[in-house]
Antibody, heavy 120, light 111 residues
Framework: EVQLVESGGGLVQPGGSLRLSCAAS????????MHWVRQAPGRGLEYVSG????????FYANSVKGRFIISRDNSKNTLYLQMGSLRPEDMAVYYC?????????????WGQGALVTVSS | QSALTQPASVSGSPGQSITISCTGT?????????VSWYQQHPGKAPKLMIY???KRPSGVSNRFSGSKSGNTASLTISGLQAEDEGDYYC???????????FGTGTKVTVL
């Protein structure tokens, strides 16, 4: 069974930092791009960041560029999101996800989400 | 990185069909056959309903279908059931500079 389990969420003051982790199991983590998607309370989904299989290519939404860093450790099957200079508008549930093809079969995996609260 | 445009809400009676639109641009929806549709229930992670514009994952009811014309993608739910209530989001690949963009979301209500 595929599992993506986020951790590291919590309460942080504006301007603070937090690191989210996403532990993957049940699929060959090192073969697939990984993504972070967030959802602010009562709002829609927002694509935040993505990383290639070897970490050589990364993408950031304009809203987080320069403040967030995505990385991965394929030896630990873990995805990370280092979040800095946090703002109230960064408060959201952060999902890690992966989608694509395993041979000829399309897959789409999401974690249960980690809540990040930014408040003084 | 503007969100794709969806209607805020769509409703229908049980057994009816409804269609949710997702309007983008020639840089995203119109350029790639890579629109996905997700269903989300409160407090839950999104669930994939359609990928690559019109393909249905294994296990998803054939009452769900996707299509696209130009810069607008559509999700049709036929034979509407109470369990179809929830929020629906489209998502499109938008090239290497933008990567992915989600729609604004549509709340589906079964009357």
């Amino acid at each position: 069974e595929v599992q993506l389990v986020e951790s590291g969420g919590g309460l942080v003051q504006p301007g603070g930092s937090l690191r989210l982790s996403c532990a993957a199991s049940g699929f060959t983590f090192s073969r697939y791009a990984m993504h972070w998607v967030r959802q602010a309370p009562g709002r829609g989904l927002e694509y935040v960041s993505g990383i290639s299989v070897n970490g050589g290519s990364t993408f950031y939404a304009n809203s987080v560029k320069g403040r967030f860093i995505i990385s991965r450790d394929n030896s630990k099957n873990t995805l990370y999101l280092q979040m800095g200079s946090l703002r109230p508008e960064d408060m959201a549930v952060y999902y890690c996800a992966s989608w694509g093809y395993v041979e000829t079969t399309y897959f789409d995996y999401w974690g249960q989400g980690a809540l990040v609260t930014v408040s003084s | 990185q503007s969100a794709l445009t969806q209607p805020a809400s769509v409703s229908g009676s049980p057994g009816q069909s409804i269609t949710i639109s997702c309007t983008g641009t020639s840089s995203d929806v119109g350029s790639y056959n890579l629109v996905s549709w997700y269903q989300q229930h409160p407090g839950k992670a999104p669930k994939l309903m359609i990928y690559e514009d019109s393909k249905r994952p294994s296990g998803v009811s054939n009452r769900f279908s996707g299509s696209k014309s130009g810069n607008t993608a559509s999700l049709t739910i036929s034979g509407l059931q109470a369990e179809d209530e929830g929020d629906y989001y489209c998502c499109s690949y938008a090239g290497s500079s933008t990567f992915y963009v989600f729609g604004t979301g549509t709340k589906v209500t079964v009357l």
